[in-house]
Structure formats: structure tokens, C-alpha cells
């Protein structure tokens, strides 16, 4: 009997301990998701709005940009524009329920992240795209005057 408790007892200690460092290994690949989405980004030059398209540098942004990152690392990857208090997709690997691509698509009127970007705060935590949860990051992709002109995504699904 005391055997089975004290089996049962460090099982229960054992999956407690892992509880938190499954969170921080998540939180640790987003992060790496973000680096790696930033720093390509900045490679080709600094982030501007000419017309109604998205620049980083003389490169308009595409699909190429966010593909490259999910392909090295996993996850998903997108990037918006902000358009009015919106930010639309403008190159993304998520897709929608039916199998789509979700370009075009505005972040939702209810996540979490919508109001953090539109003061130009990032945001790390939940999302839900399209159906699916992910342990995400948000960080807003700035001008060279400071004004908030799209964002990063990056998601690994739980």
C-alpha cells in the first residue's frame, strides 16, 4: 500500500514539474518563430506602406517571406497590413476551415492581440485562428516615423 502511494505521489510530482516547462518550450519556439520572421524581414530593408502594399525595403511583401521561416522551423507565420483599425493578411501560411489560404483576411474583431497592436504593443499568448489554438506572438511591424503600419504573427498549434 505505501508503495502504491508513494508511486502515485512522484508520478503527480513528476507531471506537475513538467506542466510549466511544456508552457516555456512553447513560449521558446514562438519566440524563435519571431526572431527568425524578424530578422528575414529586416534583411531586405526597412518597413514602409507604398500604394496599398507592404514593403520591407524595395521588396513587396509575399508569401516567399513567411514560407521560408515555416519551412526552417515549423509553425505557422503571417504578416499583416494595417488597414484603419484592421490588419489584414498580406502573406500568411494559415489557413481557413476549408483548406485556404487565409490572405486577404482581417485579424478578428475578437482576439486578444487586436488592441495590444493598435498601441503598438506586442502580445504573446493564446490565439485562436480559424478553429485551431495556438501559443502565439504578435508584434507590430513600425515605419520609420514610429507609426504602426502592420504586424507579425507567429503560431505554433496546440
Do not use: H
Amino acid at each position: 500500500m505505501y508503495r502504491n502511494n508513494l508511486i502515485a505521489w512522484l508520478l503527480t510530482v513528476c507531471f506537475i514539474a513538467l506542466i510549466p516547462s511544456v508552457g516555456a518550450t512553447q513560449t521558446g519556439v514562438v519566440k524563435s518563430l519571431m526572431a527568425a520572421l524578424r530578422a528575414d524581414a529586416d534583411a531586405l530593408g526597412a518597413p514602409k506602406v507604398q500604394g496599398n502594399a507592404l514593403y520591407f525595403g524595395d521588396t513587396k511583401v509575399s508569401a516567399d517571406l513567411v514560407d521560408a521561416v515555416v519551412k526552417k522551423l515549423g509553425g505557422v507565420a503571417t504578416i499583416f497590413m494595417k488597414s484603419g483599425d484592421q490588419f489584414v493578411r498580406v502573406a500568411t501560411t494559415v489557413k481557413k476551415e476549408d483548406g485556404t489560404s487565409a490572405e486577404g483576411t482581417a485579424l478578428a474583431a475578437d482576439s486578444p492581440a487586436l488592441a495590444k497592436l493598435n498601441k503598438g504593443e506586442a502580445y504573446y499568448g493564446d490565439a485562436t485562428v480559424f478553429g485551431k489554438t495556438y501559443d502565439a506572438g504578435y508584434v507590430p511591424i513600425k515605419d520609420a516615423s514610429g507609426a504602426v503600419i502592420g504586424a507579425y504573427f507567429v503560431g505554433n498549434q496546440k
